[in-house]
């Protein structure tokens, strides 16, 4: 989706130490094909990319209703750390010894928007 080929663009910037391996989709048109230089698998050969490309960080940027499968394939395959994009929380205890960042988009902006009505109530 969207967010997924905004991650991928960021990642291509020479400044970063870290690149993308692989991304995964179900989207039929997007398999077998390279997005902005990544090569984009079928989701369901996640568990074997992640464990013949010794991949130990993955990122879920899927829509909510696939983010618990998705993240228990990763565990299981043997990532390490997941950062989850979506809106669905995962349950940390559920993941075993992966470490779990989670990035709620929403509530940044509702933050950022509440303070800023309230700098203008209070005239900050």
Known sequence: GNLGRSLLNYFKKENLKISVASCVDINEELVGKEILGVSCFHFSDLGLLIKDQNIT???IASNENSTKKISEIMALSGIKYIINFTNY?????????????????????EKV??????KELLKI
């Open 89 to 109: 929380p995962l349950n940390n205890s559920e993941l075993g010894n992966v470490f779990l960042e989670q990035i709620d988009i929403t509530a940044s902006f």
């Open 113 to 118: 928007a509440y303070l800023s009505k309230s």
């Open 57 to 59: 960080i993955g990122i």
